[in-house]
């Protein structure tokens, strides 16, 4: 394990007010009192010394290890890179899991020493326990009022079985420090699925759950065609009844409009592009919804800040592109690869068929935040061709920039066990459509998926950016400051209006106290620029997040954000849009339509 000498030369990090509050509540390791016993600079050492440290098993020598831990250090602590909050809690620490997200399996038995229902809830504790958030697909189970051969008894479902699993994250907080999150999946084929898309109708219920339909292609199909689709029966496949596709269709789209659940999940889309077909294919995501993953699966995250690598000193009339620092960009997507390589060889995993599948396929999920900064440092509206073709540009960039660095790490390190038989394997051995076409050309990689946009919930606050690939939320709300309200405003927009020559303290305050920009001292194009989530028709939410997915090897997880008065037929076309547009799936929010809202702009702050 690691220990915390901290080497003198080593700079500050960079940190906000609120950043250091939140690791030193949540992150830094404290004494038996609950008092921090490091500081964010020694968590960050921490965790870059450990995460090198990985590369000593290929042979690297104890100074390259510490010019490596130096340089992911530089990453974390400027806010340019940061990895998953497990990685950033445990690495170098006893409990050493480093990975957010997790899917597991759930067989239609009590338990069968390995994956029966209550076997994968102890997995499930020991996943939260470490900090990692469980999908799970409930498909298998057996419906409601089935026979239990073994009882003469009936079969609960499992919408039941699900409460369980919520009533269990409840009493077990993850890790200590956050409860654990879940996604619980059901496929619209399974004879239970009306009473899953309800099940959340009442906002109380599972809460510790998002919930998603897993719909396929027949479905959408039927649903195109107005027809109706066959229910199976989880036992033998075989045809239980049938339901009009558009009447479930409407159940899905009422529910997301009312509560903003279910999500849908197009689970024959996210299949086609399974790296490892041969060992498994996707039933879940985990519960953000950026990984469809298999059976015991598992994928560290980690996010690059590309709001950083906007040239602000370069002459505004240059074309947006010539303004991004590309070579930059490319050298800290090679390193973030190389680091989220080694997190696999440095995670303690919770179980070992877990560790067996994450050293076979070696899934990492690459991702990005702070894309409205860069945003609106380049001066595009987010709601603009303009935003979604830059979106296309920059992921496609990281992307094949990711690909490379782990074609070069193959060189040394060799490619991931299960490379042969993937889809990216040689024309002699790889997984091919049905049709006998290539998924992927061959590229000897030594991960089998790289990309992916989580939400970066935590690690944006330290990074100080916008989250993911949203919008931002607000440009300015009143923050309470040691007892008195304070406006909280957008840096980049104060810096605009200072160098604009408009300007004023009371103009700040005006936005933070109404929670809009639309005042006449703002000028017009700036007020395009600035655009909020609320602001941004659902629309170019959809086409932002299909514009990200065409270079991303996993999904997104994105909110399309639609104003309180949107109608189910507004949240219908969306869930239609982004199945036309290739996405994995999409989840939506009404504003006003859940009880409690995290964030909130205007006067509530
Ligand atoms: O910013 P941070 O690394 O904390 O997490 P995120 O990007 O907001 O979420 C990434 C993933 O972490 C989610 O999709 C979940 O799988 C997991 N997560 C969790 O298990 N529990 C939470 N409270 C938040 C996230």
Request: glycine share 8%.
């Amino acid at each position: 394990l690691f220990d915390d000498h901290l080497p003198s030369d080593l700079p500050e990090a960079t940190l906000s007010d609120n950043a250091r509050i939140v690791l030193a509540k949540r992150y830094l390791k404290k004494d038996e009192d609950g008092q921090p016993i490091e500081e964010p600079e020694t968590m960050f050492w921490r965790v870059a010394r450990t995460i090198a440290g990985a590369d000593a098993r290929y042979g690297a020598s104890e100074a390259a290890v510490d010019e490596l831990a130096r340089q992911f250090y530089a990453l974390m602590t400027t806010g340019v890179f940061e990895p998953n909050s497990p990685t950033l809690m445990n690495a170098g620490r006893p409990l050493g899991q480093l990975s957010a997200c997790f899917v597991l399996p759930v067989d239609d038995a009590l338990s069968n020493g390995r994956s029966g229902i209550y076997d994968t809830l102890k997995a499930m504790a020991l996943v939260h326990q470490s900090g990692g958030g469980t999908g799970f697909s409930f498909s298998r189970l057996r419906p409601e009022g089935d026979n239990v051969r073994s009882t003469m008894g009936v079969a609960s479902g499992p919408v039941s079985f699900m409460k369980l699993y919520d009533a269990s994250t409840e009493v077990v907080k993850q890790g200590g420090t956050r409860r654990g999150a879940n996604m619980g999946i059901l496929r619209v084929d399974h004879p239970d699925i009306r009473n899953f898309i309800a099940c959340k109708n009442d906002t109380s219920q599972v809460t510790n759950f998002n919930i998603s339909v897993a719909l396929t292609d027949e479905f959408m199909k039927a649903v195109k065609a107005g027809g109706s689709y066959d229910l199976l029966s989880p036992r033998n496949g075989s045809v239980v009844g049938q339901e009009d596709a558009r009447q479930i269709f409407d159940l899905i789209v009422h529910g997301a409009w009312k509560t903003g659940e279910p999500g849908t999940f197009f689970i024959d889309r996210a299949n086609e592009y399974n790296p490892v077909p041969s060992l498994g294919s996707y039933e879940a995501t985990n519960p953000c919804g950026e990984q469809p993953l298999l059976a015991y699966d598992v994928c560290n995250l980690g996010s690059v800040n590309v709001g950083r690598f906007v040239k602000l000193d370069a002459p505004s009339d240059l074309p947006p592109e010539d303004r991004i620092d590309w070579d930059e960009l490319r050298r800290v997507v090679h390193l973030a690869t190389h680091f989220l390589d080694n997190v696999i060889d440095a995670n303690r995993y919770p179980l070992a068929e877990i560790h067996n599948l994450a050293h076979t396929i070696r899934r990492i999920g690459l991702g990005i935040m702070g894309w409205a900064d860069l945003l609106v440092r380049l001066g595009i509206p987010y709601s603009s061709h303009e935003g979604v073709e830059m979106g296309r540009r920059v992921m496609r960039f990281i992307n094949e920039e990711s690909r490379n660095a782990s074609e070069r790490l193959a060189e040394t390190r060799g490619v991931f066990p299960a490379w042969g038989p993937s889809i990216w394997g040689p024309d002699a051995t790889c997984a091919r459509r049905a049709d006998g076409s290539r998924v992927r050309p061959m590229r000897a990689l030594r991960n089998c998926n790289l990309t992916t946009v989580a939400p970066t919930g935590t690690i944006s606050i330290f990074a100080g950016c916008s989250g993911g690939i949203e919008p931002l939320f607000a440009v300015a709300f009143m923050r309470n400051q040691a007892g008195s309200l304070m406006p909280d405003v957008n840096p980049d927009f104060v810096r605009i209006a200072q160098e604009q020559g408009w300007y004023s303290e009371e103009l700040m305050e005006r936005i933070a106290t109404e929670g809009h920009i639309h005042f006449d001292e703002v000028p017009e194009d700036i007020q395009r620029v600035f655009v909020t989530a609320h602001d941004i028709a659902p629309e170019w939410h959809v086409r932002m997040q299909a514009a990200f997915q065409e270079h991303v090897d996993s999904a997104i997880s994105k909110t399309t954000n639609f104003p309180n008065e949107a109608t189910e037929d507004d949240v219908r076309a969306i869930y239609e849009l982004a199945f036309d547009l290739d996405c994995k799936g999409v989840t939506v929010y009404r504003d006003g339509s859940r009880p409690m809202q995290v964030l909130s702009t205007g006067k509530t702050s």
